[in-house]
């Protein structure tokens, strides 16, 4: 994604970029300090074990944040909101434009149908993909059910019958699958499935560039790409 990154802001021709902590074992931190006290933005496609790092040189260096890492626990999220109170931190788990479009359909729709669709819920992704469900499937959860009144049921076995207020998650770990999520909304005698398939890596550094474009000129605060939507 780094990489991805890195090609994408230079095609913009309106930014530059350096991307730091290339290796998974490296001292995030003090390669951002080496290479980032002069930068506008951060933007991390890292992994959840660098949080910390990031927060602490974004929080000491007064720098605006885009944290697209998924698979946060909760004492990263808990941090991650008391770092908002000191710098703008744009935060989503998909920062693809079409998925958090997706996002608000599928609420609509789940709103629409209220108790009368059986709902199931299907994310695929590369076989190097260690969260599961999805930091996306998660989102489109709670599109689907904000006030937790339904039941996640994570994969089905044995012989047991589909509960009325159940939304069934299955998560498929495979080959080079970029991403692909679907939301069946099953009912008596007609199926409304939504999907959406990403192509390539691409759409996750173009969302990514576009909410930094956004958190620079922002206050303190935490936001996420519906944020980034409305404005642009």
Do not use: W
Not at 51 to 79: H, I, W, Y
Not at 158 to 164: E, H, L, N, S, T
Not at 179 to 187: L, Y
Not at 203 to 227: P, T
Request: include cysteine; glycine fraction near 8%; charge should be negative.
């Amino acid at each position: 994604m780094g990489r991805v990154l890195e090609q994408i802001i230079h095609e913009s021709g309106e930014h530059t970029a350096v991307v730091v902590g290339k290796e998974i074992d490296s001292d995030v931190y003090l390669e951002l300090v080496a290479n980032c006290t002069d930068a506008d933005c951060v933007i991390d496609f890292s992994h959840i074990s660098k949080m910390e790092d990031v927060l602490l040189f974004a929080r000491e260096n007064t720098k605006p944040l885009v944290v697209c890492t998924t698979g946060l626990n909760e004492n990263q999220e808990f941090s991650l909101q008391n770092s908002a109170k000191k710098i703008p931190i744009v935060y989503a788990q998909n920062m693809s434009v079409g998925i958090n479009v997706l996002l608000d359909v599928v609420r609509r729709v789940s709103a629409a149908l209220g108790n009368n669709f059986d709902i199931e819920l299907i994310e695929k992704h590369h076989n190097l993909k260690e969260d599961a469900p999805s930091g996306t499937a998660t989102m489109l959860l709670s599109a689907i059910d904000g006030i937790n009144e339904k039941t996640i049921v994570n994969g089905r076995k044995g012989f047991q019958k589909r509960a009325k207020n159940e939304i069934g998650v299955h998560a498929v770990r495979g080959g080079t699958i970029v991403g692909e999520h679907s939301i069946i909304f099953a009912g008596n005698d007609e199926i409304i499935e939504i999907k959406h398939t990403a192509l390539s890596k691409r759409i996750f550094a173009e969302g990514a560039l576009r909410a930094a474009c956004f958190i620079v000129k922002q206050k303190s605060g935490l936001y996420n790409m519906k944020d980034v939507l409305a404005v642009n």
